[in-house]
Structures are given as structure tokens and as C-alpha cells.
């Protein structure tokens, strides 16, 4: 069971816009930037949001990020068959042991 | 073009050791902390280990701590992960991954390498 939550799967048609949630609790979320990372099937993560909201070179301003107290949201417009993927956010957790937490991620399925 | 290229992923038996590397390049190794970053068949991230980009500083998930040692040599742009004691649920693609800062508990995992498979099982 992973400390973040996230919706297992989300679905939309091409063109249109998903929002995918991440919710977890004050030692994480509540106290650090999250990050949200986009896996392609069969590939390597890679880094779509960065410190709650910022976009790395390269990523069109179809991604978005949000952070609203324990939670956090990504956003995408404009789906493109291109954008199925698994979505994974992450932050810190400074609990009892410093580590980083991801969510159990989010398949997008672009119908 | 930062890359990271990870190998040593294996076939092992339970209880048994196995040494895992990632040879890094495209950029300024000693400038950025690294981490290692699992992926079980199916399932979703997990991370594992991080080390400062001085090596004086180091943590682990605690699903490994005393059984996993993360290092680095900055003189060859590597990273190491020596596994100890391996259990069937250590079965994983391992992902070497580069923090966007020079310290291991702060920033983002801005370039991950393709990861290399380790099995346990008898």
C-alpha cells in the first residue's frame, strides 16, 4: 500500500482534459514539493512537474500541476493518443525515516 | 545529453548477493545526488537508496536498510548498489536515477536511466 494515493486508472477522449489526483498527509504532501513522473509503456519514468507546479524544458504547457494543502493535482489538456501512460507522484515524507513516497499510480487511457 | 546506464541485473537465489552499476555521463557527476529507484513486475515505483553527491551523507527505504549499500565513485561517474541477503520481493528493475540537487533528501528525479532486471527466486 503505497503512502500516497492516487486513482488506479482514468479515462478520456482524445482532446479532452483529465485531472489526476495524489492525496497523502502533513509529513509529506503537507511540507514538501511534489513531483509527478509520466511512464510510457515498456520505458523509464520521466519527470513532467517538478516543485508542485514548474514544468522542465521540453514539456508542453498541456501538463499542469497543482498543490492544494495534502493533496496535489495533475492536469492534462488536449489528450493525445501519445499521453497513455503511467502517471506516478512523488514527494518526501519526513515522518520517522526521511524517504521519498510515490503514489501507486495512475493509468490514463486516452479512449 | 545527460545518460545513465545501469547493469548487472541478474538471475539470483534467495539469501545470495549481487552488485549493481550505473555508469553516468553528459554531465557533471560529482554536482548532483543519485538514487536508486525500484520497479517490481506490475507494480509501481519504490524508492530504495540515495547518496549526496560528496558521499557523506546516504539513506534507504527502510525495506532495505542493512541489507543494501549505495555508493559512489565520482572519478569514474558511477553509482553503486551492493545488495545483501536478497529476497524474492527484491525482484525488480532497478532504475539509477539523478536528483536535481546535490543533496540526496531534497529535489526531483530529473534523468532516469532504463533500469536492469533483478530476479530472486530458486
Not at chain 1, 486508472?9 to 482534459?17: F, L
Not at chain 1, 498527509?25 to 514539493?33: E, L, P, T, V
Not at chain 2, 519504490?46 to 534507504?60: D, Q
Not at chain 2, 525488480?92 to 536535481?100: D, G, I, K, L, T
Request: with cysteine.
Amino acid at each position: 500500500q503505497s503512502v500516497l494515493t492516487q486513482p488506479p486508472s482514468v479515462s478520456a477522449a482524445p482532446g479532452q482534459k483529465v485531472t489526476i489526483s495524489c492525496s497523502g498527509g502533513s509529513s509529506n504532501i503537507g511540507k514538501n514539493y511534489v513531483s509527478w513522473y509520466q511512464q510510457l509503456p515498456g520505458t523509464a519514468p520521466k519527470v513532467l512537474i517538478y516543485d508542485n507546479d514548474k514544468r522542465p524544458s521540453g514539456i508542453p504547457d498541456r501538463f499542469s500541476g497543482s498543490k492544494s494543502g495534502t493533496s496535489a493535482t495533475l492536469g492534462i489538456t488536449g489528450l493525445q493518443t501519445g499521453d497513455e501512460a503511467d502517471y506516478y507522484c512523488g514527494t518526501w515524507d519526513t515522518s520517522l525515516s526521511v524517504g521519498q513516497v510515490f503514489g501507486g499510480g495512475t493509468r490514463l487511457t486516452v479512449l | 545529453e545527460v545518460q545513465l546506464v545501469e547493469s548487472g541485473g541478474d538471475l539470483v537465489q534467495p539469501g545470495r548477493s549481487l552488485r549493481l552499476s550505473c555508469a553516468a555521463s553528459g554531465f557533471i557527476f560529482d554536482d548532483y545526488a543519485m538514487h536508486w529507484v525500484r520497479q517490481a513486475p506490475g507494480k509501481g515505483l519504490e524508492w530504495v537508496s540515495g547518496i549526496n553527491s560528496n558521499s557523506r551523507s546516504v539513506g534507504f527505504a527502510d525495506s532495505v536498510k542493512g541489507r543494501f549499500t549505495i555508493s559512489r565513485d565520482n572519478a569514474k561517474n558511477s553509482l553503486y548498489v551492493q545488495m545483501k541477503s536478497l529476497r524474492p520481493e527484491d525482484t525488480a528493475v532497478y532504475y539509477c536515477a539523478r536528483m536535481s540537487t546535490t543533496t540526496w533528501h531534497r529535489g526531483y528525479f530529473d534523468s532516469w536511466g532504463q533500469g536492469t532486471l533483478v530476479t530472486v527466486s530458486s
